[in-house]
């Protein structure tokens, strides 16, 4: 066996057929992030004629010294003992001989599967087995972290999409379809934008991802060459919005007004009527205030206004919310929850299996500052990915240590 470095198309041959797979282990991602200065290459095991395993290496250099990441690890069957054995020896010698210190991998090997309740409903048998294997060819694990402090979440969360629209959506929890339905009757419409409308991404996540405008931008031009990625956005259609508001107004100062005769008239149970009206009037008080604020919305943005947009790559029969962001402002619309609907339809329709959300924290910790986070994706009925986490395999000894005393490895393992 032997390590081969091998072409755009050889490489995207493999990763079409491989599973598991994952959308940063394809040219598409390695052009995107060649963008952002980092290095990179293909690289493939060889057992003659016959590829075996794979991955895309990214490579980068700070002080003169170069680290490597395999984003989601390399595909390989893990469980393939020797497989494992003879293409870590061989992509040890090979980074090694490059003057690269380390590689860090966070492999798509799964621990266990959690339902939306925190309840895990399947374990890797052969975990602790491949686990150990790893450590004992020289795999550091980096532990098991709880939030976000790996190179990719440790912990994802997906939506089985293999199910007729009715199901999908009574799986749904009843104050998110709450939420949607509300949202439709608000006003909110779901668009599918072009590399025109990435600004509206940009503005919504700026200051929470390290990413600027260009990086979603290359990502689109790449991945959309081979009409793999979309971009949605909401926007909450003003004038929709006010004529809502001004009917349900009408409506609630009809049954006050009714109520308010029934009174004079003296027809009824008076304390019955009174409760009532009690009801009816903080409604009518409800849609008098939002009556004034859609009018202002209406004259302030006549064109609507931008309330959430994901970027989504589609990959082999999965499909995975990339980069998504909402307008806080205009959260208690529900646009991003509509959102979601809108695209587990759509994607159920066409055909693919999965919808992933993106990453959570542990969903079994304890006073978890990322609670309404994990809550807002698992109502959508998600089940929980939890993978291994990161490792880390030394390929150039003398170089790592004198790398590791001299600036320390945190800042390159974070990038």
């Given at each position: 066996m ?32 060649n ?28 002080n ?8 989601r ?63 004992k ?7 098991y ?10 912990f ?22 709450n ?13 599918h ?22 990086y ?17 956005y ?35 149970n ?23 604020e ?27 919310f ?62 929980v ?12 000894s ?17 990038k």
């Amino acid at each position: 066996m032997h390590i081969k470095l091998l072409s755009n198309s050889e490489f995207l041959e493999f990763a079409k057929i491989f599973k598991p797979g994952s959308i940063y282990q394809t040219p598409y991602y390695a052009f995107t992030m060649n963008e952002e200065n980092y290095t990179t290459m293909f690289v493939g095991l060889m057992d003659g004629n016959v590829l075996k395993a794979a991955s895309l290496i990214l490579v980068y250099k700070i002080n003169g010294f170069k680290y490597a990441l395999a984003p989601r690890g390399f595909l390989i069957d893990y469980n393939d003992d020797d497989l494992v054995s003879n293409f870590t020896k061989l992509i040890k010698k090979f980074l090694g001989k490059k003057d690269i210190v380390a590689i860090k991998i966070n492999p798509m090997i799964v621990r266990k599967i959690y339902n939306s309740i925190g309840h895990a409903i399947t374990s890797n048998s052969m975990y602790d087995e491949t686990f150990n294997r790893l450590k004992k060819m020289g795999y550091f694990h980096l532990g098991y972290n709880n939030y976000f402090e790996a190179l990719k979440p440790r912990f994802e969360a997906y939506i089985n999409l293999d199910l007729d629209y009715v199901k999908l959506f009574g799986n749904i929890d009843r104050s998110c379809r709450n939420k949607i339905r509300k949202a439709v009757r608000d006003g909110i419409k779901v668009y599918h934008g072009n590399i025109e409308d990435l600004k509206y991404l940009y503005e919504q996540t700026k200051g929470k991802y390290p990413r600027g405008l260009q990086y979603y931008m290359d990502l689109y031009n790449f991945f959309g060459k081979d009409n793999l990625i979309d971009f949605y956005y909401s926007k909450l259609d003003t004038t929709d919005y006010l004529k809502y508001t001004q009917g349900k107004y009408n409506e609630y100062s009809k049954k006050s007004t009714e109520l308010s005769n029934k009174l004079i008239s003296q027809k009824g149970n008076a304390d019955k009527i009174i409760s009532e009206k009690l009801n009816i009037d903080k409604m009518v008080v409800k849609y008098r205030n939002q009556l004034a604020e859609a009018t202002e919305y209406l004259k302030n943005y006549p064109e609507g206004i931008i309330t959430s947009s994901a970027l989504v790559i589609k990959w082999q029969d999965e499909v995975y919310f990339a980069i998504d962001g909402y307008d806080e402002r205009y959260k208690r619309f529900g646009a991003k929850q509509l959102m979601i609907w809108k695209l587990m339809g759509r994607y159920a329709k066409l055909g693919y299996k999965k919808l992933h959300l993106g990453g959570v924290s542990n969903i079994n910790k304890p006073n978890n500052k990322y609670k309404g986070l994990n809550e807002f994706k698992l109502n959508f009925h998600a089940n929980v990915i939890e993978y291994a986490g990161d490792f880390e395999l030394i390929t150039n000894s003398p170089r790592y240590f004198l790398y590791k005393n001299s600036f320390g490895i945190t800042g390159i393992l974070k990038k």
